[in-house]
């Protein structure tokens, strides 16, 4: 791969698995010990972040920083080596001999897109001069480090249909989205998914039929953030309306209908200059509509609670009809209406709550009885003025 140019991975659907792969596979920094016992460290690959509006000093300074992490420096050496000098042809030779002292076997640039574009007034990334691209290609043909790139459509069409000459170069191009068509990848991440189920119908594996994934696979295009956020939706939509919802085919297509209604146009173009742009915003209008139904949700819960209360019997209609059936239940001495009568008239001149059950029915059999009782008193109510000066002192007390 010595001195080539690959792109590592392009698309609208996250972070390319290139870096994860790369990272996980392969150590970063080995040492080789010589005969004599001196030590060389030679970096395998290194990882550097683009600057955005091709901000070259950054973009220098960012390799410096990337050597500097890759060896393990808290104190940034290389960095600030580079941040130094001020030309820019002085930050270029820098930056070469490190890539040779270090024997660095291959550089990757992730969001390259970043570092080829700039924005502009109407805030749409444009392409910016080619001394960006022209920094890459002289280190990769000073040094024969071979380069790879990560990034949008936007960084594909700027690097090798723009850059005509950059063909001849091309090592292998790994596409980020390429897991989206693969079939393997698309049962794991479901598989995955159904672990977290808040419904009380549970999706089984059992249930991931061929139509069932034939409607995921339609309204997603296999993206990985969109099958999550369909899926999430779908948990939603279920809650919301009916916990016993079946999960099925029709729902699926409904939900994305109702939450993603234009994200099938938007995912049909998905090489249009404005994809991410337009992806993402459906995605938060999404996010803007399921809160919306949380919201509406809590209003309605809250209107039932609310009405439970005042539906709730009052504490007279409960001991009425607590002394009723209970007196009824062991005599049939005195007459519905004459219990009521009582019950009624005993509350009202007594200070009963429905937490006195049994002394009220036990005082309601005496009056029947013709036994006098000593009623409970209510409490004296306080006179409007008195009640106005105390709440006048709690004020002051607050303050």
């Known amino acids: 791969m010595n001195g080539s140019f690959s792109l590592l991975g392009y698309g609208g659907t996250g972070k390319s698995l290139a870096l994860s792969i ?86 990757i640039f992730d969001e390259i897109q970043m570092f080829l574009t700039s924005k502009n007034s109407n805030h749409e990334r444009v392409n910016v001069k080619t001394e960006s691209f022209q920094a890459i290609t002289t280190i990769m043909n000073s040094t024969g480090v071979s380069i790879g790139v990560i990034g949008t459509e936007i960084a594909y069409r700027l690097i090798f249909e723009d850059q005509i000459h950059q063909n001849r170069r091309l090592g292998k191009t790994i596409y980020a989205d390429s897991y989206c068509s693969n079939h393997s990848t698309f049962m794991r991440i479901l598989n995955a998914l159904i672990d977290y189920q808040w419904t009380d119908v549970k999706i089984t594996k059992e249930d991931l039929t061929p139509d069932l994934l034939k409607a995921f696979m339609d309204c997603t295009h296999g993206i990985i953030d969109l099958i999550i956020g369909l899926y999430s939706a779908l948990q939603h939509e279920a809650l919301i309306t009916d916990r016993k919802t079946k999960i099925n085919e029709s729902f699926v297509r409904k939900v994305a209908k109702k939450y993603y ?54 504490d007279k209609d409960m001991l009425i009809k607590s002394a009723v059936a209970k007196i009824t239940a062991v005599s049939d001495d005195f007459k519905v209406n004459s219990i009521i009568d009582v019950s009624k008239e005993l509350y009202e001149t007594g200070n009963y709550s429905v937490t006195d059950e049994k002394q009220f029915t036990r005082d309601v059999m005496k009056v029947l009885s013709g036994k006098k009782i000593r009623a409970k008193k209510k409490p004296d109510r306080m006179s409007k003025d008195v009640m106005m000066q105390f709440l006048d002192n709690k004020t002051q007390d607050t303050n």
Do not use: W
């Open 22 to 107: 790369i990272m996980s596979h392969y150590k970063q920094v080995v040492i080789h010990r010589l005969k004599g016992g001196d030590e060389i460290y030679q970096i395998l690959y290194l990882i550097v972040q683009c600057p955005p509006n091709g901000n070259m000093s950054a973009f220098y300074s960012n390799i410096g920083k990337a050597v500097d992490t890759a060896i393990g420096y808290t104190y940034p050496a290389f960095q600030k080596r580079i941040d130094q000098v001020r030309s820019l042809g002085e930050k270029l030779n820098i930056v070469i001999n490190i890539i040779e002292r270090f024997n660095i076997g291959l550089i």
């Open 261 to 314: 209604p234009n994200l099938m146009k938007t995912i049909d173009n998905i090489g249009a200059s404005d994809y991410d742009r337009t992806r993402l915003a459906e995605i938060e209008e999404a996010s803007k509509l399921m809160k919306k139904d949380i919201s509406k949700q809590s209003d309605i819960e809250h209107e039932r609670t609310i009405s439970k209360i005042k539906n709730k019997p009052s």
